[in-house]
T-cell receptor, first 116, second 110 residues
Framework: GESVGLHLPTLSVQEGDNSIINCAYSNSASDYFIWYKQESGKGPQFIID?????DKRQGQRVTVLLNKTVKHLSLQIAATQPGDSAVYFC???????????????FGKGTLLTVNP | ETGVTQSPTHLIKTRGQQVTLRCSSQSGHNTVSWYQQALGQGPQFIFQ???????GRGNFPPRFSGLQFPNYSSELNVNALELDDSALYLC?????????FGPGTRLTVL
């Protein structure tokens, strides 16, 4: 079935360090994944996505790695800043039951705290 | 900012009442999806609207219903509110497969 889960519920890092947030998924047919950042009281904010034909994708200070063999993806944040403090979700983007569009399946999230 | 707006921001209702939440999609986006996010959890898919019709539904009872209008905006209606319906309700708009979220409506059921 579909499920997306996270290895660690909380992560605390020092400002300037690199952060790594991990995520496991169970549906081997999944072909599109998105990382979202959610600050307190706000909706999820798109960070970066990756499709199954890629192993790595880089954005501004963020990198997502996808390992299809073990059904695992990770989000790396370089030079973590206090503004990066938030809950991070990985989400699997799969077809709806109607078949013509997409729905997101989220895990519980990882709370990232950046200490000054 | 994603350009997706939701109203109201907060809402308090009592058990058994009905509620309507509203969402305006980002310009050019023809699909709206609704999610329920309980405290400390990830968002759960409720349903999706495309071309004014429901296009996929999650594991939610029929008292959760919705509409999409010709301008692609959408409403989520919940009848016979229960205490467990207290949550953040998120809408997300999309044109292809990437969804962009609004700020959410915080619903409290007493």
């Amino acid at each position: 079935g579909e499920s997306v889960g996270l290895h660690l519920p909380t992560l605390s890092v020092q400002e300037g360090d690199n952060s790594i947030i991990n995520c496991a998924y169970s549906n081997s047919a999944s072909d599109y994944f998105i990382w979202y950042k959610q600050e307190s009281g706000k909706g999820p904010q798109f960070i970066i996505d990756i499709r199954s034909n890629m192993d790595k994708r880089q954005g501004q200070r963020v990198t997502v790695l996808l390992n299809k063999t073990v059904k695992h993806l990770s989000l790396q944040i370089a030079a973590t800043q206090p503004g990066d403090s938030a809950v991070y979700f990985c989400a699997e983007n799969g077809r709806t039951s109607g078949g013509s569009n997409y729905k997101l399946t989220f895990g519980k999230g990882t709370l990232l705290t950046v200490n000054p | 900012e994603t350009g997706v707006t939701q109203s109201p921001t907060h809402l308090i209702k009592t058990r058994g009442q009905q509620v309507t939440l509203r969402c305006s999609s980002q310009s050019g986006h023809n699909t709206v999806s609704w999610y329920q996010q309980a405290l400390g959890q990830g968002p759960q898919f409720i349903f999706q609207y495309y071309r004014e019709e429901e296009n996929g539904r999650g594991n939610f009872p029929p008292r959760f219903s919705g509409l999409q209008f010709p301008n692609y905006s959408s409403e989520l209606n919940v009848n016979a509110l229960e205490l467990d319906d207290s949550a953040l309700y998120l809408c997300a708009s999309s044109r292809a497969d990437t969804q962009y979220f609004g700020p959410g409506t915080r619903l409290t059921v007493l």
